[in-house]
């Protein structure tokens, strides 16, 4: 089974509108943290937000928010006032305590921007 | 801007060749990691150093070497190639162990191989 679930392969939206990224994510570990990440058309990929399991309160950075709905098992990214430099590829990942404590990625949203 | 540095970010070479990619860091993370991406797949996961000794290899060829000569920085050693082996090489670094911590990525190096 996917640990890792991102549903949307692709989404538009335009810019200065809201946007929600879905994640999902499965796990019998009491203790994992979430991540978001940004990859743009170069490579380079992007630590955007991180939700810890225990944490009461949805993590937020600057037009990033993550809705953390842990009896769903859903992390959703949402990013408010689009921009034209958001548009790339999107992934949802987490990690969990036991084992080697490595990072699990979805496989990932592409998002555009239009003008 | 990323504080993992990778070089070289480009790298063309023969099935013959030996070269080598490298990174750095300067967070004092005590945990690096090298992944491969193909195009419009997520990362996967190849190697682990956790306080400069190999933790994990995720069954990777050996053709690909890697090497943790102190705490900032992290090679990988290429040699023999397939074309198939074209991707996006990522270095991250974390420190080790728990699901608290952030794993941070470099810019990549971008291997295609002729």
């Known amino acids: 089974a996917q640990k890792i679930t991102q549903t949307q392969p692709g989404m538009f939206v335009q810019e200065k509108e809201a946007v929600t990224l879905d994640c999902t994510y499965d796990?019998?570990?009491?203790?994992?943290?979430l991540f978001w990440y940004k990859q743009p058309s170069s490579g380079e990929m992007i630590f955007l937000i991180y939700?810890?399991?225990?944490?009461?309160q949805n993590a937020t950075e600057g037009r990033y928010s993550l809705n953390f709905q842990k009896a769903r098992k859903s992390a959703n990214l949402v990013i408010s006032a689009s921009q034209l430099g958001d548009s790339a590829m999107y992934f949802c990942?987490?990690?969990?305590?036991?084992?080697?404590?490595?990072?699990?990625f979805g496989k990932g949203t592409m998002l555009l921007v239009s003008p | 801007d990323t504080e993992v540095t990778q070089t070289p970010k480009h790298l063309v070479m023969g099935m013959t060749n030996k070269k080598s990619l490298k990174c750095e860091q300067h967070?004092?993370?005590?945990?690096m990691y090298w992944y491969k991406q193909k195009a419009k797949k997520p990362p996967e996961l190849m190697f682990v150093?956790?306080?400069?000794?190999?933790?994990i290899n995720e069954s990777v060829p050996s053709r690909f070497s890697p090497e943790c000569p102190n705490s900032s920085l992290l090679n990988l050693h290429l040699h023999a190639l397939q074309p198939e082996d074209s991707a996006l090489y990522l270095c991250?670094?974390?420190?080790?162990?728990?699901?608290?911590?952030?794993?941070?990525f470099g810019e990549g190096s971008w291997l295609t191989v002729v």
């Open positions: 967070m004092g993370h005590r945990a």
């Open positions: 796990t019998s570990d009491q203790s994992y943290g």
């Open positions: 939700q810890g399991s225990y944490d009461e």
């Open positions: 150093y956790s306080y400069e000794k190999l933790s």
């Open positions: 990942a987490m990690r969990e305590n036991s084992g080697y404590s490595t990072l699990t």
């Open positions: 991250a670094s974390s420190q080790p162990g728990s699901s608290g911590n952030t794993i941070y």
